[in-house]
Nanobody, 120 residues
Framework: QLRESGGELVQPGNSLRLSCIIS????????FSWFRQPPGKEREFVAG???????YYSDSVKGRFTISRLSSENILFLEMNNLKADDTGLYYC????????????????WGLGTQVTVSS
């Protein structure tokens, strides 16, 4: 089970940290990701984290967002800096049992999402 939090209304240029609490079991060999769904658009990959620690980002967030995981507490984070209006959307955390992917259909477990709105 996954539960996201931390989304809110912020002004452009500000920062937010999203959290995803992972409960139910240990996912030591899975691929963890953040996706987002902008209004009226398809769900898109934002960031991903391998068990090895390798990180992956979409081009639109590279250099501004950071994905990390606190294993001891089973929490996944997404640190978002210099937010832009285009970052607005419903943000989901997700887990893929079969490893690295950027395609939503390859992910097995999803949270319900947390809303991020960037607007002045």
């Amino acid at each position: 089970q996954l539960r996201e939090s931390g989304g809110e209304l912020v002004q452009p240029g500000n920062s937010l940290r999203l959290s995803c609490i992972i409960s139910g079991r240990t996912y030591s060999s899975h691929f963890f990701s953040w996706f987002r769904q902008p209004p009226g658009k398809e769900r898109e990959f934002v960031a991903g984290l391998r068990p090895s620690g390798n990180r992956y980002y979409s081009d639109s967030v590279k250099g501004r967002f950071t994905i990390s995981r606190l294993s001891s507490e089973n929490i996944l984070f997404l640190e978002m800096n210099n937010l832009k209006a285009d970052d607005t959307g419903l943000y989901y955390c997700a887990i893929a049992r079969r490893g690295y992917s950027r395609v939503p259909k390859d992910f097995d477990i999803w949270g319900l999402g947390t809303q991020v709105t960037v607007s002045s």
